[in-house]
Every structure is written in C-alpha cells, then in structure tokens.
C-alpha cells in the first residue's frame, strides 16, 4: 500500500485520534509492510565492525493525533556523539540478537519496556565510519507509552509524525568533496540530522511506501567519522 494513502487512509489526514480500532489497523498495515520489506545483511563488513541496534519505536504523536517514532536528543555528558540527534539504541551485548538489544537500549534509555511481541520487522543494516553496523527495528510501543528518559544518556524526547517524513522537501542529499558518496540530511525544526539516523529514517519512510530502497551507500557527514 502507498505510504501517502496509507498515511491519509488510516490517519485521516493525520487528524485521526487514536481508537482501538485504528491503533490494531496501523499496527497490522506497518508490520506487513516491514514484512514483505527484503532486508539486506552486510555480511561482507561484519566481522571488522561492532553490532549495535537502535529502535524505530511507533507510538502516537502530539496529542494523541496520528502515528510518530520517537527521537532522542543525547545528553551533553556522554563521551562519544553528545547532544546529537538520535534513535534510542546502542551497541549489542555479547549473545544478543538485534532485537534483544534494541528493547533493552529502549527500556535503559527511555523506561520504556517492550516485548519481542512488539517487534514488526528490522531494516537494512548500516555501517558507519565509526566502525558500526548499526541494524534498525521496529517496534510498536502503542498508545500512551509512558516515557521515563534517563538523564545520563537522554537529554529530550521527541514524538516526530510520520507526516514529517513524507514531505517532499524532508531530505536532501548533498556532497562533500571527501567522499563520492551523498550525504544525506532530515530537516526538522529548522535543523538537519546526518545519517546514520537520517539514512535510517529514510529507508523507514520509503518501507513505508512499499520501496525497497538502500541507503548503506549514503554517507555520514565528516564530524560523524570518528
């Protein structure tokens, strides 16, 4: 199904509030979109670098109007990325799965506790020049999800609507002259987020209009490298 129809159909224009009734449809349309989403392994890079898994965590937006994903901003205070844009998520422990790590950053992060139940599908996984292969989940927190963000690692949490990131002007791709690759931005509020989150959210959208569109291929601004 089209993500524009999707969106309008189940979120009426993204007006609709959230009844029971459109919190099961939503659910069941996202994860049988992730589902027939192929996803793809970077199974070439995974020995050189470190797995780590952030969520796509679906609850509703502002007001209870419509569906959003939540995005963190990191605290100041951390040693490596501070006050970045950025999915909660973080490296995998040892025997973890993808999943597992994903939920338990989710719960560590923003006390929010999901199940493997809630999990509707992963992406493509993206390696970073930081020396990370980072794999995406998706994961369905529902209605109400009650937020208790750590302030060693969270400094704000924002509920961004999937309308955000159906407008035509939401990304853009420039170059840089240290790479052939483009560079991709989000822009939101008057601020660009770099990949990895935004080449993550990127291929979120496009998933959700029935693409299967690649984004290991897109790179992170130089101040991301290290």
């Excluded at 969520?55 to 419509?66: C, K, Q």
């Excluded at 844009?85 to 993808?98: H, I, K, S, Y």
């Excluded at 999990?119 to 020396?131: A, C, I, N």
Aim: aromatic content about 8%; hydrophobic content about 45%; proline content about 4%.
């Amino acid at each position: 199904m089209p993500f524009r129809s999707f969106h309008q159909t189940l979120l009426c224009c993204s007006q609709a509030r959230w009844s029971a009734h459109l919190t099961i449809a939503t659910r069941r349309n996202i994860a049988e979109l992730c589902a027939a989403f192929a996803r793809q392994v970077a199974a070439d890079a995974a020995p050189t670098l470190k797995r780590a898994a952030v969520a796509i965590a679906l609850t509703e937006g502002d007001d209870g109007n419509g569906t959003a994903f939540l995005l963190t901003r990191r605290s100041a205070r951390l040693r490596a990325h501070s006050a970045q844009w950025a999915l909660p998520g973080g490296r995998c422990d040892a025997g973890e799965t993808q999943a597992e790590a994903a939920l338990r950053e989710l719960h560590e992060e923003l006390g929010l506790k999901l199940s493997e139940r809630d999990v509707l599908g992963l992406l493509d996984d993206y390696p970073t020049r930081s020396g990370y292969l980072i794999t995406p989940v998706v994961v369905w927190a529902g209605a109400h999800a009650a937020l208790v963000p750590n302030p060693d690692e969270v400094a704000s949490v924002h509920r961004i609507g999937l309308d955000a990131i159906e407008l035509d002007d939401a990304f853009t791709f420039v170059t840089i002259p240290e790479s052939a690759r483009r560079v991709i931005r989000f822009r939101l509020g008057g601020q660009h987020i770099h990949a990895p989150t935004a080449a993550l959210i990127y291929q979120f959208r496009e998933v959700l209009a029935g693409r299967s569109t690649r984004v290991a291929d897109l790179e992170q601004p130089v101040f991301a490298w290290k």
